[in-house]
């Protein structure tokens, strides 16, 4: 499966944007799904991820202030943000994994085999 994130921008403390995945080849709905996202001189780290049927995990991060959601009918992926601080800037990245996992250790970025481009996103006060 191809994926193709977008989204991405300059928002304000407190403020919302919403990421998309687009998913070209196959259907995103036999797939884990997760966002995961860097920072400048961090690693690549776990967000949001939902599973096949439908399971959501966040880190604790961002429990509360994002939401996963995922429309088969239009092959897409989305990461709601709200209430953004400036600690959630980095770089977005979407991935799909040809598995199945239940539990929010299931999120290991090295498990997803297809990864969008990123998309950035800067929060500023």
């Not at 994130?5 to 928002?11: E, P, V």
């Not at 959630?88 to 994994?97: H, L, N």
């Amino acid at each position: 499966v191809q994926l193709q994130a977008s989204g991405g921008g300059l928002a304000q403390t407190g403020g919302s944007l919403r990421l998309s995945c687009a998913a070209s080849g196959r259907s995103l709905s036999g797939y884990m799904m997760g966002w995961f996202r860097q920072a400048p001189g961090q690693e690549r780290s776990f967000v949001a991820g939902i599973n096949r049927i439908g399971s959501k995990h966040y880190t604790s991060f961002v429990k509360d202030r994002f939401t996963i959601f995922r429309d088969n009918a239009k092959n897409t992926m989305y990461l709601q943000m709200n209430s953004l601080k400036r600690e959630d800037t980095a770089v977005y990245y979407c991935a799909a994994g040809g598995f199945d996992c239940i539990g929010s250790g299931c999120y290991d970025p090295t498990r997803f085999d297809s990864w969008g481009q990123g998309t950035l996103v800067t929060v500023s006060s």
